[in-house]
């Protein structure tokens, strides 16, 4: 079956501009992920949805980062007044069910360039 | 707040040599321990998974990795690498009581196999 999804693959923009990222999770997939892997390192938690609603945000770095889940299914990431230290990949995963022996499977990322 | 440790940011090796990397993790309870791979221009997959039992754990390709609890470790092992397995591999962790099942990942590895 299909993975998880991402568009789009590249995402360039100027500081202070407002972008929106986008995840297609694995069909039946309940819980939703954001990451964020920075040059150089390993990828950082954002944002967890359970369903509809953001179980968990305290990866945000900061309130001009924002994530909707509104069907339970497609999630946007939406970053306001891009910063260049907003450059990175943005990693979305999706599970079959939180917690326990739940695997998380990733999608492609989006590269996001800030100039 | 839990943390992985990789201490080998990078690895060269010859093909059919021994690999064995490196992984360390802090967390004040019962965890699991994920392997992830990823390969040049693909997106993050799994290579193996421990959540209870035997602490011995065999993924795909041949590696496994082996569980010591009293070393709070995780090390990555495979007899004989190949060309193939050139990549950047992560080592992440996550709770048993964390609900949301979020991961932290180490820094990685990223090894290159000479053919």
């Known amino acids: 079956g299909a993975g998880v999804s991402q568009t789009p693959s590249n995402k360039v923009t100027e500081k202070g501009k407002y972008v929106e990222l986008r995840c297609d999770p694995i069909s039946g997939h309940t819980a939703l992920y954001w990451y964020r892997q920075s040059l150089g390192q390993g990828p950082e938690f954002l944002i967890y949805?359970?369903?509809?609603?953001?179980?968990?945000d305290s990866g945000l770095p900061n309130d001009r980062f924002f994530a909707v889940r509104p069907e339970g299914s497609v999630s946007t990431l939406k970053i306001q007044r891009t910063e260049r230290g907003d450059s990175a990949v943005y990693l979305c995963?999706?599970?079959?069910?939180?917690?326990?022996?739940?695997?998380?499977?990733f999608g492609p990322g989006t590269r996001l360039t800030v100039l | 707040a839990q943390s992985v440790s990789q201490h080998n940011h990078h690895v060269i090796l010859s093909e059919a040599a021994s690999l064995e990397l490196g992984c360390n993790y802090s967390?004040?309870?019962?965890?699991?321990l994920f392997w992830y791979v990823q390969y040049p221009g693909q997106h993050l997959q799994l290579l193996l998974k421990?959540?209870?039992?035997?602490?011995l754990v065999k993924g795909i390709k041949g590696f496994e990795a082996e569980f010591i609890k009293s070393k709070f470790s995780f090390n990555l092992r495979k007899p004989s690498v190949q060309w193939s397995d050139t990549a950047e591999y992560f080592c992440a962790v996550t709770g048993h009581n964390n609900a949301g099942n979020m991961l932290t990942f180490g820094g990685g590895t990223r090894l290159m196999v000479k053919p």
């Open positions: 421990y959540f209870s039992g035997d602490p």
């Open positions: 949805f359970q369903g509809t609603g953001a179980a968990d």
């Open positions: 967390y004040g309870g019962t965890v699991n």
């Open positions: 995963a999706s599970s079959f069910r939180q917690g326990g022996t739940s695997t998380q499977y």
